[in-house]
């Protein structure tokens, strides 16, 4: 499937996610005289989004990378603070939530792991590079792998020759 919009990536809409339960569990009294741990969990953990969002947006594959992996540094920014937090017994209670929310954030950074790998070895410069030259030249590359499957399905006898 082919995204036009960052907002439909299963993996910006996982860090939404992310986000809005971070932003539940920071506003639990747990965190009350917390403020800048508090903070700096809900700046990092939007911050995932934010920056998938960006890259998708700036219209070069390089672009893209770079945001990609910002973003998966946040996601671990994210999941080093909650490792943090099962730790203060301030938070014991707390427990489960945390134990999902690191879940949460580990899986927003192994799709943007793969997302990026898949990238990393990509022919395509991005959307700000498309001409209408290179449209054709990948319509006819495309049009020519076509045939030369159909050739070699026809070859091995799996399909009948069009005539």
Same mark, same amino acid.
């Given at each position: 499937? !082919? $995204?036009?919009?960052?907002?439909? @990536? ?16 920071? #506003?639990?009294?747990?965190?009350? #005289? ?5 903070? +700096? ?26 945001? /990609? $992996? ?11 603070? @909650?490792? /943090? /937090?099962?730790? =203060?017994?301030?938070?014991?209670? =707390? ?5 999902? @929310? !690191? ?7 192994? +799709? /943007? ?28 590359? !495309? ?7 159909? @050739?070699?399905?026809?070859?091995? #006898? ?6």
């Amino acid at each position: 499937m !082919k $995204y036009e919009r960052f907002e439909q @990536l299963p993996v910006w809409q996982a860090a939404i996610e992310l986000a809005r339960r971070v932003y539940a569990l920071a #506003g639990k009294r747990e965190f009350r #005289g917390q403020r800048s741990l508090r903070d +700096q969990i809900e700046r990092a953990a939007v911050s995932v989004s934010n920056n998938v969002a960006e890259g998708f947006e700036r219209g070069t594959t390089q672009e893209l990378l770079t945001f /990609l $992996y910002i973003a998966r540094g946040s996601a671990g920014e994210v999941r080093s603070m @909650l490792c /943090l /937090l099962e730790t =203060l017994p301030e938070f014991e209670n =707390l427990k489960f939530e945390i134990s999902d @929310l !690191k879940s949460r954030a580990e899986s927003v950074s192994r +799709q /943007l792991r793969g997302w990026a790998d898949s990238l990393q070895n990509s022919k395509i410069a991005g959307q700000r590079y498309l001409t209408e030259k290179t449209r054709r030249t990948e319509k006819f590359r !495309k049009e020519r792998e076509q045939f030369f499957e159909e @050739l070699d399905q026809i070859r091995r #006898g799996h399909l009948k020759p069009k005539i």
